[in-house]
């Protein structure tokens, strides 16, 4: 079973603040991501790491910005809120295919709502 | 740019049916391929992948994979109440450097 975990679960915040969205996996995986999602929409990929130090953007033009220090650990920042930002934020891991067929594993997401 | 085209539904079948969803994608080299079922509100949870053309069975879940048509398909048995969600389907090609390609998604619901 997968372990990855999101914090806060849901977040109401002014506009102009400044947020990070946690996520952490006990897996051990090297590859992590963060997904948008609108209700009843597709998902949206807006970050990728590879592993340690290694970040890269999605297809999603983002404000937010993530970092990767540790492999179990990809947060992702947002440096001021918009009510554009209002969505599901949602983290997934996967491995390297040369571990298994590279399938991601979610977090139960983050609920941002930006007033 | 890779597309992975699905049906958005809603899909309606009765209980106890079979009911059939079905994927396409655009990129010939792709070699993995997983289904997902978010229910609403929630993050989607993996059900299961296939790399091999032909059929893989997993309890009521069935993956059908035909790369020459480029299309991969789920088959639920004895669908239920409790399977009614969405069910993304997501498609990536070999090597650590691709991430996966998610559809939109086609919304399952089965009535009593």
Known sequence: EADIYQTPRYLVIGTGKKITLECSQTMGHDKMY????????????????????????????SESTVSRIRTEHFPLTLESARPSH????????????????????????????VT | QKEVEQNSGPLSVPEGAIAS??????????????????????????????YSNGDKEDGRFTAQLNKASQYVSLLIRDSQPSDSATY?????????????????????????
């Open chain 1, 34 to 61: 963060w997904y948008q999602q609108d209700p009843g929409m597709e998902l949206h990929l807006i970050h990728y790491s590879y592993g340690v130090n290694s970040t890269e953007k999605g297809d999603l033009s």
């Open chain 1, 86 to 113: 209002t969505s599901q934020y949602l983290c997934a891991s996967s491995e390297y295919e040369r571990v298994s067929g590279g399938e991601q594993y979610f977090g139960p997401g983050t609920r941002l709502t």
């Open chain 2, 21 to 50: 969803l079905n994927c396409t994608y655009s990129d010939r080299g792709s070699q993995s391929f997983f289904w997902y079922r978010q229910y609403s509100g929630k993050s989607p949870e993996l059900i299961m992948f296939i």
């Open chain 2, 88 to 112: 993304l389907c997501a498609v990536k090609e070999p090597g650590g450097s691709y991430i996966p390609t998610f559809g939109r998604g086609t919304s399952l619901i089965v009535h009593p």
